[in-house]
């Protein structure tokens, strides 16, 4: 795998080295030594398919809280994705930035997105396939998400989302008592902190 981009830190945009002859190639997307050496260092506890099958599907942000904080690596595997990552660390020098990749089939990238990050992606092409491996296990009480139209943070999608769940609609506007609660000055970080 090869490092194309790192904008901030914990995040990467990983391309991954293809071997080629007549039949095709071959290409290693994982690899807990590289990965380490980028300071990837969590182990995968789970791996996750996510199909859309119309351009313009919106999915996320999304992200959990600790002790259910998850890294994930995530690959498109058929079709093209805008993949966005949102840092939601609180003492992130990149706090409330935005970083955000084309993923597709042909590209061989993959998203890096480090706990404490929030997580989308918007669909480019019908038929999207997109795999993630993820550091810890869904927990549906530790879930948070942050409306991809957040004038928080402002993202920038390279095009209108036409399908967005009712969900991820209804994500209230951020409130760091609420989707950050264990962070420091929080009213609840106090009873996370220990």
């Given at each position: ?39 990837v260092d969590r182990e995968i506890r789970q791996g996750n398919l996510s199909r859309s099958t119309r351009a ?116 209230p506007p951020f409130d760091p008592a609420f989707h950050w609660p264990c962070a420091p000055g929080s009213p ?7």
């Amino acid at each position: 795998m090869r490092v194309i981009e790192a904008p901030m830190a914990g995040v990467h945009l990983l391309e991954v080295e293809r071997r080629g002859d007549a039949r095709g190639y071959f290409g290693r997307c994982f690899c807990r030594t590289e990965l380490e050496a980028l300071g990837v260092d969590r182990e995968i506890r789970q791996g996750n398919l996510s199909r859309s099958t119309r351009a313009g599907t919106l999915r996320g942000l999304h992200y959990q809280l600790p002790p259910a904080a998850e890294t994930k690596i995530v690959q498109c595997l058929a079709g093209r994705v805008y993949d966005v990552v949102l840092d939601l660390r609180p003492t992130s020098a990149t706090f409330g930035r935005h970083y955000g990749a084309s993923l597709d089939a042909d590209n061989g990238r993959m998203m890096v997105v480090p706990e404490g990050c929030a997580h989308g992606f918007l669909t480019l092409t019908d038929d999207c396939l997109v795999h993630y491996l993820v550091s810890a296990e869904y927990a549906p009480e530790a879930e948070r998400g942050i409306r991809f139209d957040d004038p928080a943070f402002s993202i920038r999608w390279p095009m209108r989302p036409t399908l967005v769940s009712d969900r991820d609609r209804a994500h209230p506007p951020f409130d760091p008592a609420f989707h950050w609660p264990c962070a420091p000055g929080s009213p609840t970080g106090a009873e996370h902190a220990a």
